[in-house]
């Protein structure tokens, strides 16, 4: 068939992209997504790129801008719904490519198998369906790896390795971190090329991608926001990169393996594996640069403080890519094999698949933390301040309530902040403002007990009454909702 070979990557991006949009988040799910909203919607109205926490994201930003423009043109004027369209539409862009990336290292019949796993993955999906700059960064990710494969023909092999170096660049724009982690291996990529790079290609490669992120970067420090920019990014740094031990170092191990096996299930990571041992046994070029694709990013993460199931989407690639090999292996190897990999294929759909689309079906139709700050609006007098953690942005905006920030720590919070927070919380009740704290306000980002055992012996804590309560920290993947307690503080 004479275009077969765009018929099936259309039809499997036409799949994704409604089985994306079928699950849309009906709200932001986690508080990035509604910052990101935020920011998107400020940088729309005035015109000034806004940053947040971190890096910035800076070109997350612009994008989310741009669908808010889009969707206003159609009197659809909800940010949250733009942001998370965003990630629609930009996570099913990177099933296609990815589809590409396959086929160009493996082979048609791996590709479809490889893809199909790849779209299906909680983490994938998860992040695909509400706005982050994760389903972005895929997208520039996969569209710079595919341009610097097919660079490696002779066929305008310059052009072809500027539009990478571009998407490369675009890719540092909105996760600069990521970019960071994946230099070596796209270093390793250019190394393997069938024709000789010289290291004045390799050279123009990486200055060009450098370029273009910097490019969104000069906003945050070239005006009157640098020395808060920089502030905040050193803040930044501080949470993400710990003083380690032995004890952190482990259970960062532990944990990020733990959302590998979930995300994979044990079956499907053994395919992975497998699929890279073949790839080794055929002495595929590439092995070199999916095993550095998958190994540099996920052993970094270990680093982190924050160690996330998001931190596994790029690592997810090249296993996904593996695990295709591994199939098309096994389909092609006689009856009984062919019915192992049918057999692996339901597997993985019906334990991994399955109860990710029943979870993301739920967030569909309903928004808990939302239902939960209007719960807290209508149980709560006009007047009162809220005290909770980084939902605080949450209960702000849709629970209409006043909040007072509370210092927030995964390792040590000072007695200098303790008191400072103190003088704040004092002055309100003082004036006559009644205050709240959730359970989650209450114990959580509280080291050693050191905040809770602090309002615990300076203030009366009354039980005012529970909420449902949906916590995304551990992942879109991860179904945590609970009853959130509320409580009264009052002076002893």
Same mark, same amino acid.
């Given at each position: 068939? &004479? ?6 990557? #259309? ?5 994704? @992209? ?14 990035? #997504?509604?910052? =990101? ?8 109205? +005035? ?70 796993? @790849? ?8 992040? /695909? ?27 305008? +092999? ?16 909105? &996760? ?46 070239? %005006? ?20 380690? /031990? ?29 699929? =890279? ?16 694709? @998958? ?30 090999? #591994? ?45 939960? #700050? ?10 009162? @301040? ?51 704290? %959730? ?6 980002? /509280? ?20 909420? =449902? ?24």
């Amino acid at each position: 068939m &004479r275009y077969k070979h765009i018929i099936i990557p #259309c039809i499997l991006l036409l799949g994704s @992209f409604i089985l994306r949009l079928l699950l849309i988040s009906k709200g932001p799910f986690s508080i990035d #997504c509604f910052d =990101l909203a935020l920011k998107a919607e400020k940088t729309y109205s +005035s015109g000034q790129l806004q940053y947040m926490f971190g890096p910035g994201y800076p070109f997350a930003i612009i994008l989310g801008a741009m669908f808010i423009w889009l969707f206003n043109a159609f009197n659809i004027s909800s940010p949250i719904f733009a942001v998370n369209m965003m990630s629609v539409v930009t996570g099913s862009l990177a099933v296609f490519f990815f589809y590409r990336i396959s086929e160009s290292i493996t082979d048609q019949k791996s590709a479809i198998f490889g893809t199909v796993l @790849f779209s299906l993955n909680p983490i994938v999906l998860g992040y /695909s369906v509400y706005g982050t700059s994760n389903a972005p960064t895929l997208l520039w990710l996969c569209v710079s790896v595919y341009f610097l494969i097919i660079s490696r023909e002779n066929k305008d +092999s310059l052009k072809n390795l500027l539009l990478s170096a571009v998407f490369f660049g675009l890719l540092g724009g909105t &996760r600069l971190q990521d970019m960071i982690f994946l230099s070596i291996p796209i270093a390793s990529l250019l190394f393997i090329s069938k024709k000789a790079y010289r290291i004045r290609r390799i050279f123009v490669f990486f200055l060009t991608a450098v370029s273009v992120s910097i490019l969104f970067y000069l906003p945050f420090v070239l %005006t009157d926001m640098r020395i808060e920019y920089l502030s905040q990014l050193t803040r930044f740094r501080a949470l993400n990169v710990p003083t380690y /031990s032995w004890d952190f170092t482990k259970e960062s191990f532990f944990k990020i393996h733990i959302y590998l096996l979930n995300a994979l299930l044990p079956i499907g990571l053994i395919t992975s594996l497998y699929g =890279l041992f073949i790839l080794v046994r055929n002495k595929n070029p590439f092995t070199l640069f999916l095993l550095l694709w @998958f190994f540099i990013p996920f052993e970094i993460t270990i680093r982190f403080a924050t160690t996330y199931s998001r931190y596994l989407l790029i690592p997810i690639v090249p296993l996904s890519i593996a695990a295709g090999a #591994c199939l098309s292996y096994l389909f092609s190897k006689g009856r009984i094999f062919k019915m192992a990999s049918i057999l692996i294929l339901c597997r993985i759909f019906y334990f991994s698949f399955l109860p990710m689309y029943k979870l993301l079906d739920f967030r569909h139709h309903r928004s808990v933390i939302i239902e939960y #700050c209007k719960w807290i609006n209508g149980i709560t007098e006009k007047n009162a @301040f809220m005290i909770s953690c980084d939902d605080r942005s949450f209960i702000n905006h849709y629970g209409d309530r006043e909040i007072i920030s509370r210092p927030m720590d995964s390792f040590h919070i000072s007695r200098e902040q303790l008191e400072e927070f103190k003088t704040r919380l004092d002055e309100k009740l003082e004036e006559g403002y009644p205050v709240y704290i %959730t359970a989650i306000g209450l114990y959580d980002y /509280s080291p050693n007990g050191e905040f809770t055992s602090f309002m615990e012996l300076h203030y009366r804590i009354k039980y005012a009454g529970k909420g =449902l309560y949906e916590d995304w920290h551990s992942g879109a993947e991860d179904r945590r909702i609970f009853y959130n307690s509320l409580y009264k503080v009052t002076k002893k």
